[in-house]
């Protein structure tokens, strides 16, 4: 462990206790109990101002905050000359100036998402002279509560927003490993980052390629006014694009690419970039060969986009995650049965296993709630299909996987959301999700309830066939959890 003992930092302002220590000082007749009441608030609420102020600097080490934390708490002490600080947290100490440990100590322990971190321990040098009173009053070991609550919370999005940078590393690595073309462009067409694959296949470097623009890379043909890369920045709203071009090599030749086009969309429905794909096309005799390798290529993209947002997710909210692949392995069980095979089992399980990834957008404290939400809370909870959709809404998942994931709450009778869709209007990938959904969320523990066994669980989900459930789907999950096929899933 490493132990840090700091100086303390500039003084910063207490404006609030500064005024009322002058209005303390300025009459005797002031110096009433009233005032040093007031007083000794006012010190807590300005040091627990200056706490959350430093923990809130997020551009800031997480240890030099704490360096600096542990010389604010004794300004909210009764006694912060004869106060000593000691924070141990995340296996690092942070010690006060002139640190001395004594028997007279109050404790608050510090937790990250119900996982002990750490601790945080204030000792006084002596004992309070009037024997009447301890050395610490309810006040400051409310303070030391209050404080290592924040401290918790702090490091808790410190750990979510370390996870949501690897996902980005991630999906920057997978970039740069494309065998296809792929490049960012803002709307007027100008080149913001350019992957490896698609530089030399213009014979480009690709630091040379990002100080270019899409068109100056076009041939002629390729922007005339009734191309279809012409109308995307130059005939009104810009929108999704597919077409073959022709591209001007760094040396002068030509090569022909199947090039795709989408717009990447802000909160209020602008366009933020364009995301661009570009996959060379070969002559006629090796273009079935080169089709064929186009679509593994982009199998292996879609397993690796769902792979890359299911770890996202389980870093910020392993239940879910979890949950999704039993649900997927569940559902790719039921439709290997009614007779799915290929990409269409393949598109079931990858959109299994991420139906749930809208509820990254939902707050932590309403997914882990342990009692009934508000109707507020539940409205806030049913979005979560539709936000999933457009996390993961553009060309390169197939449009089955996004139906599963803004689909799989809909119900046979109509009752579902977020499109109350009927019966057979919803599609069977999305029925087999929900059917698959509602067992394993059955046995598996929630914050508000216990799991139930999965002989429990199979008879509820027979009193919602033709009901909630397809009837089809419920025959053949029901079949196969009575014959053993689902004895792995236990109570979760």
Same mark, same amino acid.
């Given at each position: 462990?490493?132990?840090?003992?700091?100086?303390?930092?500039?003084?910063?302002?207490?404006?609030?206790?500064?005024?009322?220590?002058?209005?303390?000082?300025?009459?005797?007749?002031?110096?009433?109990?009233?005032?040093?009441?007031?007083?000794?608030?006012?010190?807590?609420?300005?040091?627990?101002?200056?706490?959350?102020?430093?923990?809130?600097?997020?551009?800031? #080490?997480?240890?030099?905050?704490?360096?600096?934390?542990?010389?604010?708490?004794?300004?909210?002490?009764?006694?912060?000359?004869?106060?000593?600080?000691?924070?141990?947290?995340?296996?690092?100490?942070?010690?006060?100036?002139?640190?001395?440990?004594? #028997?007279?100590?109050?404790?608050?322990?510090?937790?990250?998402?119900?996982?002990?971190?750490?601790?945080?321990?204030?000792?006084?040098?002596?004992?309070?002279?009037?024997?009447?009173?301890?050395?610490?009053?309810?006040?400051?070991?409310?303070?030391?509560?209050?404080?290592?609550?924040?401290?918790?919370?702090?490091?808790?999005?410190?750990?979510?927003?370390?996870?949501?940078?690897?996902?980005?590393?991630?999906?920057?690595?997978?970039?740069?490993?494309?065998?296809?073309?792929?490049?960012?462009?803002?709307?007027?067409?100008?080149?913001?980052?350019?992957?490896?694959?698609?530089?030399?296949?213009?014979?480009?470097?690709?630091?040379?390629?990002?100080?270019?623009?899409?068109?100056?890379?076009?041939?002629?043909?390729?922007?005339?006014?009734?191309?279809?890369?012409?109308?995307?920045?130059?005939?009104?709203?810009?929108?999704?694009?597919?077409?073959?071009?022709?591209?001007?090599?760094?040396?002068?030749?030509?090569?022909?690419?199947?090039?795709?086009?989408?717009?990447?969309?802000?909160?209020?429905?602008?366009?933020?970039?364009?995301?661009?794909?570009?996959?060379?096309?070969?002559?006629?005799?090796?273009?079935?060969?080169?089709?064929?390798?186009?679509?593994?290529?982009?199998?292996?993209?879609?397993?690796?986009?769902?792979?890359?947002?299911?770890?996202?997710?389980?870093?910020?909210? #392993?239940?879910?995650?979890?949950?999704?692949?039993?649900?997927?392995?569940?559902?790719?069980?039921?439709?290997?049965?009614?007779?799915?095979?290929?990409?269409?089992?393949?598109?079931?399980?990858?959109?299994?296993?991420?139906?749930?990834?809208?509820?990254?957008?939902?707050?932590?404290?309403?997914?882990?709630?342990?009692?009934?939400?508000?109707?507020?809370?539940?409205?806030?909870?049913?979005?979560?299909?539709?936000?999933?959709?457009?996390?993961?809404?553009?060309?390169?998942?197939?449009?089955?996987?996004?139906?599963?994931?803004?689909?799989?709450?809909?119900?046979?009778?109509?009752?579902?959301?977020?499109?109350?869709?009927?019966?057979?209007?919803?599609?069977?990938?999305?029925?087999?999700?929900?059917?698959?959904?509602?067992?394993?969320?059955?046995?598996?523990?929630?914050?508000?309830?216990?799991?139930?066994?999965?002989?429990?669980?199979?008879?509820?989900?027979?009193?919602?066939?033709?009901?909630?459930?397809?009837?089809?789907?419920?025959?053949?999950?029901?079949?196969?959890?009575?014959?053993?096929?689902?004895?792995?899933?236990?109570?979760?």
């Amino acid at each position: 462990m490493m132990t840090q003992v700091v100086k303390s930092p500039q003084k910063i302002d207490p404006s609030l206790v500064r005024m009322i220590d002058i209005a303390l000082h300025t009459d005797g007749k002031q110096n009433t109990p009233a005032i040093k009441a007031i007083l000794k608030h006012a010190k807590i609420l300005n040091c627990l101002y200056e706490v959350s102020e430093a923990l809130n600097d997020c551009e800031r #080490p997480f240890s030099e905050i704490m360096t600096e934390i542990v010389t604010m708490i004794p300004k909210g002490l009764r006694h912060p000359k004869k106060a000593s600080i000691r924070i141990d947290c995340c296996d690092v100490t942070y010690l006060s100036p002139n640190f001395k440990p004594s #028997p007279w100590m109050i404790s608050s322990v510090i937790h990250c998402k119900d996982r002990l971190i750490g601790r945080m321990d204030v000792f006084y040098a002596e004992s309070s002279p009037n024997k009447t009173h301890p050395s610490f009053i309810p006040a400051e070991q409310k303070l030391l509560s209050e404080i290592t609550k924040r401290i918790g919370r702090n490091c808790s999005l410190r750990h979510e927003g370390d996870a949501l940078h690897i996902a980005a590393n991630r999906l920057s690595s997978s970039f740069e490993a494309a065998t296809i073309g792929l490049f960012y462009l803002d709307t007027k067409g100008n080149f913001l980052r350019v992957n490896s694959s698609f530089a030399q296949m213009l014979g480009y470097s690709a630091e040379n390629m990002a100080t270019q623009s899409l068109q100056s890379v076009l041939s002629p043909q390729s922007r005339e006014p009734d191309d279809p890369l012409y109308c995307i920045f130059y005939d009104g709203p810009i929108e999704p694009c597919q077409a073959l071009a022709r591209f001007v090599c760094a040396d002068g030749s030509y090569v022909t690419g199947d090039i795709s086009l989408t717009p990447e969309l802000m909160e209020d429905g602008s366009v933020d970039c364009i995301v661009g794909s570009v996959q060379k096309v070969s002559p006629q005799d090796d273009i079935v060969d080169r089709e064929a390798q186009m679509q593994a290529h982009l199998r292996r993209a879609e397993f690796e986009i769902v792979n890359v947002l299911s770890k996202a997710q389980s870093h910020r909210d #392993p239940y879910t995650s979890e949950h999704q692949n039993r649900v997927a392995t569940l559902a790719v069980s039921i439709g290997r049965q009614m007779g799915m095979q290929g990409p269409q089992l393949k598109n079931l399980e990858l959109g299994a296993r991420i139906h749930d990834i809208g509820k990254l957008d939902i707050p932590s404290d309403i997914l882990s709630k342990p009692g009934a939400l508000t109707p507020q809370e539940y409205d806030l909870i049913k979005t979560h299909s539709a936000m999933g959709c457009d996390i993961v809404a553009g060309e390169i998942l197939p449009p089955v996987i996004q139906d599963i994931i803004l689909h799989h709450h809909e119900r046979w009778d109509g009752s579902g959301y977020p499109d109350g869709l009927v019966g057979t209007e919803i599609s069977l990938e999305s029925r087999i999700v929900a059917v698959a959904d509602s067992l394993e969320s059955i046995t598996s523990h929630r914050p508000y309830r216990p799991g139930r066994g999965l002989r429990t669980a199979l008879d509820i989900i027979k009193e919602e066939k033709g009901r909630l459930l397809d009837p089809d789907v419920v025959e053949v999950c029901v079949a196969m959890g009575e014959e053993g096929y689902f004895d792995w899933l236990i109570v979760q």
